[in-house]
């Protein structure tokens, strides 16, 4: 579903290290703290062969971290992707603590991932692969242990396998096991929204806070995906205008707004929004970056803002529905510019958010409906944003730290709180 990782995998370890060590820092915990909350707690390797549709047996592997269980069950997606590592597996793991700490979910961080290229995979193979990892990790998952979701490359359907494999294997109908499943077996509509959504909640609630609202604030796109389609849609329809939006192969501008369900039906009949005829021009994904605009959301991949364009760059709000779009050394230039960024791992949760509503819903039997889920997730997102840019403002002189350094030291010191009372540090 989302994008393939890029970064190389140490590096991606090296830098969670260094965000946990700078919000140990910032809250004046010690080195114990920052060991305590360093390593996973396990991390599973799985052999997993596979019988090929040519009667060949190939073997992958792959790997699912828990970092860390201090608020509740591990949570975290599953990804496949040729250029997973232990590494980034881990990296990966530990942002979901901090995410799902900030969103104030009764989870603790996991993550898994499987080296492989499912595009090289029959559906038969994939089914077996998916089967056959979770062979190898059920003892280690369930409802109130490990719940996995969909990440890079897997979907609702490698969700319900795998569910189903964990019911073969233990003979119980444990619905909750997983999210991200299909909605007859459990999973919710909503999700398809959810981070997008959660994007544009965020963005309304800090606009609120900066300007008095969102209405007519100018908006540009930068991906037009999941997260960034859907953000771009439920802007408009609380008034912002969007002006830009941009895919792979370009961008278009209009200065008057464009009509985000227009250009998605071109993007679907064409490959692409560049053609959209009833913009104004064409842009490129530099240009988009730069516009004199209200608010920027980056929601393509990582590293987009760098120390190169981060002086150009105009917004005065960038809301990062992507992971890890601005660089430290971009976020830096643009702090000292007054330019506020809503970090990923505050931005970004509303998927998690929702399959924390799923899980919950597999447990009551089902009696939530999207309307309700979807009002759940408006809830929480406007509540943690509004939570976040207080203490922000609270702890921190604002003109030298960005609102990354709050969401992490909100983030750790949750965890942190949560392993004193357990008597775990
Ligand atoms: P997606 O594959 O649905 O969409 C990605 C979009 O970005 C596509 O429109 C693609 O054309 C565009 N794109 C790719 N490379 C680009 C480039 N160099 N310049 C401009 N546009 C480019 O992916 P998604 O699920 O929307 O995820 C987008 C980002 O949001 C990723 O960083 C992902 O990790 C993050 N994210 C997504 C979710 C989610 O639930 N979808 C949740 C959390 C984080």
């Known amino acids: 579903m989302s994008r393939a990782p890029q970064k190389d995998s140490r590096l991606l370890l090296v830098e969670e290290e260094k965000i946990l060590r700078r919000a140990v820092d910032l809250l004046g915990l010690g080195d114990d703290v920052y060991e305590a909350l360093r390593l996973p707690e396990r991390v599973i390797q799985v052999k997993i062969p596979v019988r090929m549709d040519d009667g060949s047996v190939k073997v992958f592997v792959g790997w699912r971290s828990q970092h860390n269980s201090a608020l509740g069950p591990y949570k975290g997606g599953i990804r496949y992707h040729p250029g997973v590592t232990m590494e980034e597996v881990i990296a990966l793991s530990m942002m979901m603590t901090w995410k799902n700490a900030l969103a104030g979910l009764p989870y603790g961080g996991g993550k898994g991932g499987v080296r492989v290229d499912p595009h090289k995979l029959s559906p038969r193979e994939l089914e077996q692969l998916s089967r056959g990892f979770i062979r190898g990790l059920y003892k280690y998952i369930g409802p ?113 707004g464009l009509d985000p369900d227009e250009v998605k039906q071109v993007k679907n009949k064409t490959g692409s929004v560049i053609y959209y005829e009833k913009a104004e021009r064409k842009i490129t994904n530099e240009e988009l970056l730069e516009l004199d605009v209200d608010i920027l959301v980056p929601a393509a991949i990582e590293d987009v803002i760098t120390q190169e364009n981060a002086d150009k760059v105009k917004a005065k709000l960038i809301v990062e ?44 039997g089902g009696l939530i409906t999207e309307e309700q889920a979807k009002d759940i997730l408006e809830e929480k997102m406007s509540h943690n944003t509004r939570a976040l840019w207080d203490y922000w403002h609270r702890e921190l002189d604002t003109s030298k730290h960005p609102m990354r350094d709050a969401a992490y030291m909100m983030a750790v010191s949750k965890v942190v709180e949560a392993m004193k009372l357990r008597g775990l540090l």
């Open 144 to 256: 109130d242990h490990d719940i996995p979701a969909p990440d890079v490359y897997t979907n609702p359907q490698i969700m319900a396998w795998m569910m189903d494999e964990y019911y073969r294997l233990t003979g119980i109908h444990h619905f909750g096991v997983i999210t991200g499943k299909p909605k007859l077996l459990g999973g919710l509509e909503t999700r398809i929204i959810a981070t997008g959504f959660g994007v544009a909640v965020a963005a309304r609630e800090v606009a609120k806070k900066m300007w008095g609202g969102i209405e007519g604030r100018t908006v540009a796109v930068q991906g037009y995906g999941n997260a960034g389609y859907y953000a771009a849609k439920f802007l408009h329809e609380m008034g912002a205008v969007i002006v830009a939006v941009s895919d792979s192969r370009g961008g278009i501008y209009s200065s008057k």
């Open 321 to 364: 529905a992507a992971n890890g779009p601005t660089t430290a050394e971009a976020e830096e230039i643009l702090v000292k510019k007054g330019t506020v960024i809503v970090p990923d791992i505050l931005a970004n949760a509303g998927g998690v958010i929702m399959s924390h509503v799923e899980w919950m819903n597999n447990r009551i």
